[in-house]
């Protein structure tokens, strides 16, 4: 079958063996693959697949289930499907443990499904908390880099699903589409001070940040009483320095997450959550995955140069076509 391996920094298209399903895993027939910045990251060095995972990048995948490993999972052969893999999804086929696919949504194409998985599951493990948590006023979420596949997704959950005053950074040309998505208000990083003015509105209750170390002191400032700041990102610096004063004075929560890296039993956990949680809205088209960059897999290159060139709007896929 055909992969998109890595030699000397750089994406090649080569033959690879088919892989076969194990016990518990299913053999997808890859329509699309979600491009992601770990993909990037990969290429370059600096985030290797783990112990187990085939050597080229693809953290996501739509397509048809066409073998599985062992006969329990034989009523799912011919389904459409999504799925989180821990490496592997640029290539024609895919092996992924089962407890890791969910069925392609109503409403969602089976090529843009394969952005879904990846910011589901993200969003969820970060923001899921959201959704069970009373709170005595409406919160105010703060979702930064809000142009991009997460931000994206994390508006309309915020906004849709979680009821929350919803605010994001971004790029000031984006406006429109973040409101159409449920944004209340944009802030353009380039000239606003975003920190600033979360402070006067009372402070964000939450903060999703892919940033890193440029944004860690002005989203200490940025977060309200008692607020949670998730950092998933390090787009902009890995070292910062905290002012712990500031942190104890606010009774603020700090957690940093990763997803490729964390146990099976937790990824498994974190989709089916995510499947009962997130799902229904994506079957009616409340939420939607925000796909507009669709690239034959035999390019991914492109892609990946279209991605690290910043200011790309929504998800990138790349086609089995």
Known sequence: MLAMTVADGRLTAAQVPEPAPGPEEVLIEVAAAGVNRADLLQVAGHYPSPPGA?????????????????????????????????????????????????????KVSLIDAAGLPEVAATVYSNLGYLLDSEADRKRRVLVHGGAGGIGTFAIQFAKKLADAETWTTARAEWTQKLQALGADRVIDYRS?????????????????????????????????????????????????????????????????????????????????EAFERIWPALDSGEIEPVVTTRIPLAEAAEAHRIMG?????????????
């Open 54 to 106: 085939p050597a080229w990048p693809g953290l996501e995948v739509s397509g048809t289930i066409v073998n599985v490993g062992s006969d329990d999972n034989a009523s799912f052969l011919g389904a459409e499907v999504c799925a989180l893999l821990p490496g592997g999804g640029y290539a024609q086929y895919a092996t992924v443990d089962a407890g890791l696919v969910l069925p392609k949504p109503e």
């Open 192 to 272: 606003e001070d975003f920190a600033a003015l979360a402070m006067e509105a009372g402070g964000a209750d939450a903060i999703l940040d892919v940033i890193g170390a440029a944004y860690f002191e002005p989203n200490l400032k940025a977060l309200a009483q008692d607020g949670r700041l998730a950092i998933i990102g390090l787009q902009q610096g890995a070292a910062a320095q905290i002012h712990l004063g500031g942190l104890l004075a606010k009774r603020a929560t700090i957690t940093g997450t990763t997803l490729r890296a964390r146990p099976l039993e937790q990824r498994r956990q974190i989709l089916a």
């Open 309 to 321: 060139a910043g200011g790309h709007f929504g998800k990138i896929v790349l086609t089995a076509e």
